[in-house]
């Protein structure tokens, strides 16, 4: 056999230096985050985050946000059914009322939350123990809500979100406040709600007709595409929605462009709890001019956007699309 060749340690001698000053570099001293004293206005701890990734995307989004409502542009929410889960609701009802937010799309399980919360004050049941015997998804008051309200959105041609809204509106609601829904119902705004059949609890109560399911969320799809005909210059908020969502997003983008509709300068963001191929490459990569994804808890995410937003809009004018 062969001795093995030994290698001997590289003489380094010779190696080619140059200035560290010189050297092209990432991270300069401007970037670091700056401790803030007891007091400080809330704009100022967020500006005193560091000029680094994350915080850097948070201040650009909250920025696109201002940028949009100053110039009258659109800006829409589509929301996944954790972020109302999570407590998230009260910040984009705010949003709805300050006449920021002039659309909401949602999939099946946040409008099933949301009229839970509104119904009687509390969802989100225990799946695990209801599983066991077969009590799943077995609530009668959120299944007859969605037979109602399917049937008069599809007899109307308004919409499974607007008549989800309307029915809210007509009852006796323990938290009525709570409610996206009936929000977006009293400001007068597309609230739009996308089911995939089969997948929602109330999918498997023989009075929910699948037929009106079906014709009231496909009108919602067809409103939505209005809805984004007009977001050249808007922002669409993707909010903890992995698959459907940015499906319908995709779509809708789709349609709204064979019709000759430009969607020039449309910014995306995408929050979740973690990274997903479909809502990373559908709203943040392949349709916009711009897209922004932040990884992170909703709970913590979007009420600081909210404050933030809510702090920098207290000291920026709106300056009306009409009078622009």
């Not at 059914?81 to 705010?94: E, F, Q, R």
Request: charged share 20%; hydrophobic share 45%; proline share 4%.
């Amino acid at each position: 056999m062969e001795a093995t060749r030994r290698c001997q340690p590289f003489d380094l001698r010779g190696l080619t230096t140059y200035e560290l000053r010189d050297r092209p570099s990432k991270v300069f001293h401007t970037d670091l985050g700056q401790p803030t004293a007891p007091g400080v206005t809330l704009e100022d701890w967020f500006d005193s985050l560091p000029r680094q990734l994350a915080a850097n995307s948070l201040r650009a989004v909250r920025d696109h946000l201002c940028r949009a409502h100053a110039g009258g542009h659109p800006i829409v929410a589509a929301l996944g059914g954790h972020v109302i889960k999570t407590g998230c609701g009260p910040y984009l009802i705010d949003w709805i009322r300050r006449g920021l937010l002039h659309g909401i799309a949602m999939n099946g399980s946040a409008a099933i939350h949301d009229l839970e919360l509104a119904l009687v004050g509390k969802t989100s049941e225990d799946v695990a123990s209801q599983l066991v015997d077969g009590r799943f998804g077995m609530a009668r008051e959120t299944a007859d809500a969605f037979a109602v309200a399917a049937q008069a959105g599809s007899h109307e041609g308004r919409g499974l979100g607007w008549a989800l809204g309307r029915f809210l509106a007509d009852q006796e609601c323990a938290c009525p406040e709570a409610s996206v829904l009936l929000a977006a119902y009293r400001a007068g705004i597309p609230a739009t709600v996308h089911v995939a059949l089969g997948t929602d609890i109330v999918h498997m109560h023989p009075h929910v007709s699948g037929a009106a399911l079906g014709e009231s969320s496909l009108i919602d799809f067809r409103l939505l595409c209005s809805v984004l005909s007009e977001m050249e210059q808007g922002v669409w908020l993707n909010l903890g929605s992995a698959v459907i969502m940015p499906e319908v997003f995709l779509k809708a983008v789709s349609v709204v462009r064979n019709f000759g509709y430009k969607l020039d300068g449309l910014v995306s963001v995408n929050f979740d709890k973690q990274s997903n191929y479909r809502s990373r490459v559908n709203v943040v990569e392949r349709p916009v001019h711009e897209g922004i994804e932040i990884i992170g808890h909703h709970e913590l995410l979007i009420p600081l956007l909210h404050a933030s937003l809510a702090s920098r809009l207290a000291t920026t004018p709106q300056v009306h699309k009409e009078a622009a």
